[in-house]
């Protein structure tokens, strides 16, 4: 590095842009779980028919998230994201709008067509801007921000819900020329225009200011640029280009990659409860009413995002102290996921609402412990094509929230809340089985196959 030049710090500005989009991310999937009670009184719409739209979104992310994540690598995460961003906050605001049943499921799967390949794009915007050795840390503060995301937007989402339909804000609207018909709306529509108008605000500024390579930003130093490609091999400034036809079949057989996907499919479809049934599960078994819920079931994933970076910062000091890289990682996602397995069993076992909060909490922590860990790994083994890995992973992963809040809701219905805490802890036991056919220290293709150096 240059020792007559401080590194600018570029960088932690582009982590600040992505940390603003996890946090959105989480906060629009969520927000339904917040509104569904009202949601089902004013469409008439029953639990599994809220469960199957809710799937619906989790469906359409997963089979579309390689494809997003192949334009992501083909025509650069500038532009991808940009292009994410903005259709899912059209379809956000657009689910305000929904009249019933149908209209509402096919404006939940266009919202999961609209996002997917945003977690594959910031991947491969980790790989462009931050050294390796600050991935594990970087990958957990994106968790942490995305599991407050869904936190915060049960709350937010609520006191949305309950200052639109205040008496006080009909009043002010109806004397506004051109605002007075938001006084005639429900309030949980109003909710879902205004959660689409923050993303459209975020694309913005991200596609003025964002480059997708670091020597494409002109206040990028030498030096900062140097930290950056420090421990990385030297790639091409040229950021956008297509993975070569033949490495398909090395990313499809890769048996790291695989296997990471189904520790996602186990752990997504026992961690989806938090996205989904969590709400009805305090109304229904520990007898709360939405309103006086809302921050408990928030805490959960408030846990799990200090947990995504504790354990991301973990496991930097693991890998840089430690000569077995498996180990060092792997240790992580198998104790949190065998811990969450263990409070879910517990659950049925409750005799409280704060008995339930508690377990819950350390649930959701304990599978995100090795977040970091594993984004790290799934960054590490993609390498320049970080954007079409983390597709194919979450896109085998996401089928866990796709049919989870279907599966959850016959199980609920048939065989009662115990019932379904246990296949939930059966399914953290399998993800943490999945670490064992992982390889974090091998790409899934050979360096020979990296693009042309300029």
């Not at 969520?30 to 029953?46: E, F, N």
């Not at 506004?176 to 709306?185: D, M, Q």
Request: proline share 4%; glycine share 10%.
């Amino acid at each position: 590095m240059n020792s007559t030049q401080q590194p600018t710090i570029v960088r932690h500005w582009v982590m600040v842009y992505l940390g603003v989009l996890a946090f959105l991310t989480y906060f629009d999937r969520i927000c339904i779980s917040r509104a569904q009670a009202a949601i089902s009184v004013d469409l008439g719409i029953t639990k599994e028919q809220m469960g199957i739209i809710m799937g619906a979104f989790w469906f359409a992310y997963a089979i579309f998230e390689l494809p997003a994540g192949w334009m992501g690598d083909r025509y650069g995460a500038r532009v991808t994201l940009t292009r994410i961003v903005l259709a899912w906050s059209v379809f956000t605001a657009l689910s305000g709008v929904a009249t019933g049943f149908w209209s509402l499921f096919i404006y939940r799967f266009l919202f999961g067509i609209g996002e997917a390949g945003a977690f594959p794009n910031m991947a491969r915007i980790q790989s462009q801007w931050l050294p390796v050795s600050s991935r594990p840390r970087a990958g957990g503060l994106l968790w942490m921000l995305a599991r407050w995301g869904g936190a915060f937007s049960i709350p937010i989402f609520g006191l949305m819900m309950t200052g639109f339909g205040s008496d006080s804000f009909r009043s002010a609207v109806a004397d506004i020329p051109g605002l007075s018909w938001l006084a005639h709306y429900e309030p949980w529509r109003i909710s879902f225009w205004t959660a689409g108008v923050l993303g459209a605000i975020w694309c913005v500024a991200f596609y003025g200011w964002f480059r997708d390579h670091p020597t494409e930003k002109k206040s990028v130093n030498q030096a900062e640029l140097e930290l950056i490609t420090r421990g990385s091999p030297k790639s091409s400034a040229k950021s956008d280009h297509g993975m070569p036809a033949h490495l398909w079949r090395s990313l499809l057989t890769n048996r790291s990659l695989i296997a990471l996907g189904m520790l996602y499919l186990f752990a997504s479809f026992g961690w989806s409860f938090f996205a989904s049934w969590m709400p009805a599960y305090f109304n229904e078994v520990q007898h709360m009413e939405y309103k006086e819920s809302q921050w408990m079931a928030a805490a959960p994933l408030f846990c799990g995002g200090i947990s995504c970076l504790v354990g991301g910062i973990l496991c930097n000091i693991a890998v840089a102290r430690a000569k077995n890289k498996w180990m060092a990682r792997a240790l992580f996602p198998i104790c949190g996921y065998t811990t969450s397995a263990i409070s879910m069993a517990l659950i049925p076992f409750v005799q409280s609402p704060t008995q339930a909060i508690v377990l819950l909490c350390i649930a959701e922590a304990a599978h995100d412990f090795g977040q970091g860990a594993n984004w790290s790994t799934i960054v590490d083994i993609g390498g320049v094509y970080a954007g079409v890995a983390a597709g194919l992973i979450n896109t085998i992963g996401n089928m866990g929230n796709a049919f989870q809040p279907y599966i959850g809701a016959k199980i609920i219905h048939s065989a009662g809340w115990n019932t379904v805490f246990v296949v939930y802890a059966c399914a953290f036991v399998l993800a943490a089985c999945m670490w064992l056919f992982v390889d974090p220290t091998r790409k899934f293709y050979p360096d020979s196959a990296e693009p042309s150096h300029s």
